[in-house]
């Protein structure tokens, strides 16, 4: 679905929505139920998705236990989603705060299919692994913590794309983020690391003709650092852009096939009238 809504430079479009129950527009996000109106992306309402489903399911000709045509509600993917990623083995709390339930009895009442055992499997091992952690592992977390948390990957933004690190650790590249391999760049850094390198061949330039040795050397590394950013981009744009071989053979490919079934077959007839010929001779002589 993501692939199908993209947009040219790879990303979702961002589309105002509205709200049927608050009455009000939704400002502009890249949803993934969406279509192209007249060379505009607009919403998939409920209604059309009601009707498609409706219809679909109709044209499937698929009952339920009572024979009755089935039908579905989109709120009942959200279950069938909850109870297939538990049943392949997600835990239940995880699960809980995906589908943003205040309770885990909610989350484990989407389904009466799951395993028992397993259920009471998870919930032993949940309690003999906090018997074995330290108590303060599981407090609830302070205000100040939830923001600092939040605070760490608001810091990753930053002018030539995303920081990668992990959270709680400190950058060890002292903010030299070119070079840095957890850097995460797109599209839209390109003409930024483009800048990069321009300056870059300046500044190697004017050192080797000053002789800082040591100047080159490090931006030379630079630079390095930065073409292998940008070959990224493109490498990512290259593959998004590329057609996927989905294994349906070219007019050419069926031609060579089709030619060489054909001198198999003509071979193996020739071999089975040969050894039946010889066969019958055989019997005859005999």
């Not at 009442?109 to 592992?137: C, M, N, Q, V």
Request: hydrophobic content about 35%.
């Amino acid at each position: 679905m993501i692939s199908r809504v993209r947009g040219q430079d790879g990303r979702v479009p961002s589309i105002p929505s509205y709200d049927l129950h608050e009455k009000v527009w939704n400002p502009s996000m890249p949803l993934l139920y969406q279509w192209s109106v007249g060379g505009e992306n607009r919403a998939i309402s409920i209604a059309t998705i009601r009707s498609s489903l409706h219809t679909l399911l109709a044209d499937t000709g698929i009952t339920d236990a009572s024979g009755q045509p089935l039908t579905f509600q989109p709120h009942d993917f959200r279950r069938i989603f909850i109870t297939d990623a538990i049943l392949n083995g997600l835990p239940p709390h995880i699960a809980q705060v995906i589908a943003g339930h205040t309770n885990i009895n909610t989350t484990m009442s989407y389904a009466a299919i799951y395993p028992t055992d397993a259920i009471e499997a998870h919930r032993a091992f949940i309690a003999r692994r906090r018997g074995l952690r330290p108590a303060d592992e599981y407090r609830a977390v302070t205000d100040e913590e939830w923001q600092e948390f939040l605070g760490h990957f608001e810091r990753r933004k930053l002018a030539l794309g995303q920081c990668g690190r992990a959270y709680g650790s400190n950058c060890v590249h002292e903010h030299a983020c070119v070079r840095c391999p957890v850097l995460i760049v797109g599209p839209d850094e390109r003409p930024r690391l483009r800048e990069i390198r321009e300056n870059l061949h300046a500044r190697i330039a004017e050192a080797e003709r000053e002789g800082w040795l040591g100047d080159v050397e490090q931006l030379t590394v630079s630079l390095a650092a930065t073409d292998d950013k940008i070959s990224q981009i493109d490498a990512n744009e290259r593959r998004k852009n590329s057609p996927v071989f989905v294994g349906m053979p070219s007019i050419s490919q069926l031609v060579v096939r089709e030619a060489e079934n054909r001198d198999k077959t003509d071979w193996l007839r020739h071999s089975w009238t040969s050894a039946d010929l010889c066969g019958g001779s055989s019997e005859k002589a005999n």
